[in-house]
């Protein structure tokens, strides 16, 4: 039985972990290291440092099965903002610069705020925003159903709970499109974004709930 509960600090290591090898193969990492040990590190570590700073401001929540968790999920909420330099270097981004140099920490700023710009359009026009942040399955039980279940059993009963909203993603990779789409979001921006010569494709999503 898949169930759901807010996560906990003790929880960091393993979201962490769970949601670097989810992202692994994910166009936006792939972009920053083609070698796999150092891809890696880059992306437990900034994970790591993205997950705090969710679960300082209380909006991870994670799906278990058997005790094990499956799924994470990071949803910003109406009145929270984007998270800036401050939470960042004081969460510990000062050592992922110190392990992989300045450049490497603020192209991935530079490329994730890129990103996020229609994300940041709406949320100006947008009452009752959520954002979901990150959403994640356990690699070994992607394809099952978890993702989907995730949003339909947990993420919309949740904002409908709340008095309903909006809830926005933006996704990197084409595979994800069709999923969202599944699930009864709206792309509403389709675009490029380059990095070191690579383009990147960015689709933004959202579901009036």
Known sequence: ??????????????????????FFDYDFYSFFEDDPDKRWDFIYEMQRICLLINLKRDQVFVGEEDGKIVTVIALQEPGKKQAGFFEYFSSGVTKVIGKFSFFRVLSW????????????????????????????????????GYGSRAIREFIYPYIK?????????????????????????????????????????????????
Not at 1 to 22: C, H, K, N, P, Q
């Open 1 to 22: 039985m898949l169930t759901f509960r807010r996560a906990g600090y003790g929880d960091l290591d393993e979201i962490s972990r769970v949601s670097s090898e989810a």
């Open 109 to 144: 700023f530079c490329m994730d705020m890129t990103c996020e710009k229609p994300i940041e359009k709406l949320r100006e026009r947008t009452k009752n925003y959520y954002y979901l942040h990150n959403f994640t399955v356990r690699k070994d039980w992607q394809g099952e």
């Open 161 to 209: 709970k709340k008095g309903g909203g909006t809830l926005t993603l933006i996704t990197n990779s084409e595979r994800n499109v069709s999923f969202y789409s599944r699930n009864g979001f709206k792309c509403y921006h389709k675009g490029r974004v380059m990095y070191n010569g690579r383009w990147l494709g960015n689709w933004a999503f959202r579901k009036k709930l």
